[in-house]
Nanobody, 116 residues
Framework: QVQLVVSGGGLVQPGGSLRLSCVASGSRSGIAAMGWYRQTPGKQRKLVARITSGGTTNYSDSVKGRFTISRDNAKNTLYLQMNILKPEDTAVYYC??????????WGQGTQVTVSS
């Protein structure tokens, strides 16, 4: 089974940057796609960005031009570079992965707080 370990969250001022990492381990079939989601209290968990094994990326409109998702397939590691952070970006960020077998896994989540 796949384990996803997330790191990189923290407190940052508006306009600042942060980089999240998500390391996937235990996959034998390979990962077809990985993504970042975020959730605030009382709200639905929403997609932030995703990337397929072929390199196709998708972003939420709210983060386009500010966030960049990337992947290192050799290390099964997902990254989210977050620039020009806004208070509205404050949330718990989750990493997920979809294997070639169609199984979906979630990481533990990491808190990102954007505040002066």
């Amino acid at each position: 089974q796949v384990q996803l370990v997330v790191s990189g969250g923290g407190l940052v001022q508006p306009g600042g940057s942060l980089r999240l990492s998500c390391v996937a381990s235990g996959s034998r079939s390979g990962i077809a796609a990985m993504g970042w989601y975020r959730q605030t209290p009382g709200k639905q968990r929403k997609l932030v960005a995703r990337i397929t094994s072929g390199g196709t990326t998708n972003y939420s409109d709210s983060v386009k031009g500010r966030f960049t998702i990337s992947r290192d397939n050799a290390k099964n590691t997902l990254y989210l570079q977050m620039n020009i952070l806004k208070p509205e970006d404050t949330a718990v960020y989750y990493c997920n992965a979809i294997t070639m077998m169609g199984l979906i896994y979630w990481g533990q989540g990491t808190q990102v707080t954007v505040s002066s």
